[in-house]
Every structure is written in C-alpha cells, then in structure tokens.
C-alpha cells in the first residue's frame, strides 16, 4: 500500500536558521507528490508539487526516488512559517487517492 | 469564490444518532475526497470520488458512507456515530486527481 511517512511530530527551530521537513514514502511506480501546509485558523492548501520543481516562499522540496523521499527545505525559517505541514502522495498504482501523512508541526522561534 | 464550502463548521452528537456532512464546491472539479483529521495520525481518507458517479473507499471508511450527489456535491453520513468518530472532517476537491487539492474549512464533529 501506499505510504507516507513525516517522521517528525515537532519541529521546532530559531528564526533565520535552516529547515528540513522530512516526508519519506512506500509507493511502486511513479508518484506525484505533494506538500500541503495549514496555517493557524486558515484552510489546509498546497504549498508545492515535486512536478513543477518551484520554490514557494522560500521553500524547496527534490524527489530523491533512490532514497524514497521528498523532504522539505528553506535555508532561513521566518516566524510566518510556522505551521503544520503535510507530505502527500497521489499516483495511479492505488486508483489516485491521495493520501497525507501524519504531518509535522513547524515553530519558529523569534 | 466560495470554493469548497462544508456544512455543518461544529456539531455535537450523541452516541448512536446519525448525521449528514454535506460538501460543496463551485470550481467545477470532477475528483471529491472526505478526510479526517485527528491529533498524531494526519489527515486520513475516508472515502473519494475521482469523477462523478463513482465513489471508493479510502484508509478507513467503517462507519461512514457517501454519495455524490452530482459533480458539485459529496456528502458523508455517520449512519450510528461512536465516540471514535469525534474528529475534524475535511472535504476537498480537485480538478482531475494527481492535481492540486483545495479544502473546505473543516467540520468539529463531538461524539458523546
């Protein structure tokens, strides 16, 4: 089955240091995948797909399909980052459901 | 732009009652999902609808059914609520799958 694996519950790190949210996954095929993030009192929405290989507020993610994983970076966390993010993976192996995982808490400290 | 929009935002149920969350979206997307979302386990897939008229289970779907009305409306019913069942529902909504998600604002489900 499809699997989504964010190791982290809690992330917690000073303001202007570096970040990395990890999202490892289980998937046979070729997967899209997703990081979503939910801000305080705001609608979960997407921040970026590994398909458009942008960079979204700073934020960069790379699909390493050798060491399944999809991790998130910035090199300098600001205090509006702090949020709950989830890793999400969607492919047509497993009839395209997408499917989150259990999503890390950022907190950035002034 | 109202988007998705899921009724109701709070309600609280006593254990045994049954209840409706109705989902809508006004962004004409053919795919449909229900997620709950509880403390330490993320956000899990009730059940989805990649096009109108058809519907398929997800991660875990005891104790819940649905039905998509047309392409605007997904809705899922807690036939005999249990107190496992507190939890915060999603609805969400995409173009086609594999394509970016957007989400409803959430509804606080209380199974007492």
């Known amino acids: 089955a499809q699997r989504v694996t964010q190791p982290e519950k809690l992330l917690s790190v000073f303001k202007g240091a570096p970040v990395e949210l990890k999202c490892n996954y289980s998937y046979s095929g070729s997967p899209e995948l997703f990081w979503y993030v939910q801000y305080s009192r705001q609608r979960l929405q997407l921040l970026l797909r590994?398909?458009s290989r942008e960079s979204i507020k700073g934020f960069t993610a790379d699909l390493n399909k050798g060491e399944t994983s999809f991790h998130l970076k910035k090199p300098f966390a600001q205090e509006e980052d702090s949020a709950m993010y989830y890793c999400a993976l969607s492919g047509p192996g497993y009839g395209n459901k997408l499917v989150f995982g259990a999503g890390t808490i950022l907190r950035v400290k002034s | 732009n109202a988007g998705v929009t899921q009724t109701p935002k709070f309600q609280v149920l006593k254990t045994g009652q049954s209840m409706t969350l109705q989902c809508a979206q006004d962004m004409n997307h053919n795919s449909m999902y229900w997620y709950r979302q509880d403390p330490g386990m993320g956000l899990r897939l009730i059940y989805y609808s990649a096009s109108e008229g058809t519907t398929d289970k997800g991660e875990v779907p005891n104790g819940y059914n649905v039905s998509r009305l047309n392409k605007r409306e997904f809705s899922l019913r807690l036939e005999s609520a249990a107190p496992s069942q507190t939890s915060v529902y999603f609805c969400?909504?995409?173009?086609?799958?594999?394509?970016?998600?957007?989400f409803g604002q959430g509804t606080r489900l209380t199974v007492v």
């Open positions: 590994h398909i």
């Open positions: 969400a909504s995409s173009e086609v799958v594999n394509t970016e998600a957007f």
